[in-house]
């Protein structure tokens, strides 16, 4: 209490602190390593049980949340890419998928509960993938085991045997993309096609990869 010119004035200290909130949800980085493992087993969740054909990597992390209970609850939004690695030949990614350049990409969310030892108890993630645009005369993704590819892989591998400068034959091992337009299959991209034919010792030791069109 202080006393001015007979008037007594009250002086008062204001402390300010932040406060916690302990429970709440609070926004972390989407470098934190925290998130590796997490990501790493949702993706792998989401490739085994997808029905598509190529296996998906991941893409941007959009955001993400932590929450202290008896353990962390992690919530998490990131996107998957298409990569070059199909189903058929690969069971889970390695360093040789790459994701392919122009797909569209799913959105996904993952929910996960890491336990006081550390150990991921829990996991649940879904993605949404955006419905291809629509536009009168452009190129409209189709599925890569098509049988309306099988004639025209056919003529367009005999094609490009005939008019190649190789001494070996080549036949295609995958289709990473295909597309028709106006009701006929104008690209086909195809990667990692196998020697075959003259020199079998040579099979499976030189690879190409091309892009067939056919009208």
């Known amino acids: 209490m202080l006393m001015l ?44 049980r ?31 890419k298409e ?3 199909s189903k058929h030949e690969y069971q889970d990614l390695h360093a040789e998928c790459k994701p392919i350049f122009g797909v569209l990409e799913g959105r996904c969310e993952a929910k996960a509960f890491v336990d006081l030892s550390n150990t991921i108890a829990s ?11 629509v536009c ?38 995958s289709v990473f993309h295909a597309t028709v337009q106006q009701d006929t299959l104008i690209k086909i991209l195809t990667d990692e096609t196998h020697i075959q034919g003259k020199n079998a010792h040579l099979i499976g030791k030189e690879t190409k990869r091309i892009s067939l069109y056919a009208a």
């Not at 010119?5 to 302990?22: M, N, W």
């Not at 649940?124 to 291809?132: I, V, W």
């Open 5 to 48: 010119g007979g008037e007594f004035k009250t002086s008062i200290d204001y402390e300010l602190s932040t406060h916690v909130c302990a429970g709440c949800k609070h926004p972390i980085g989407s470098d934190s390593p925290d998130l590796l493992p997490i990501l790493k087993l949702a993706v792998q969740n989401f490739n085994k």
């Open 50 to 80: 997808s029905e598509r054909h190529f296996l998906y990597a991941l893409g941007e992390i959009i955001k993400a949340t932590s929450q202290v209970v008896a353990g962390i609850n992690y919530e998490v939004e990131y996107k998957i």
């Open 83 to 85: 990569t070059n690695c």
């Open 123 to 133: 996991i649940t993630e879904k993605c949404m993938f955006p419905d291809p645009p």
């Open 136 to 173: 009168a005369g452009c190129p409209v993704p189709i599925p890569v085991d098509s049988p309306e590819l099988e004639e025209v892989l056919k003529v367009s591998m005999e094609k490009y045997n005939s008019e190649s400068n190789s001494d070996f034959y080549f036949k295609i091992r």
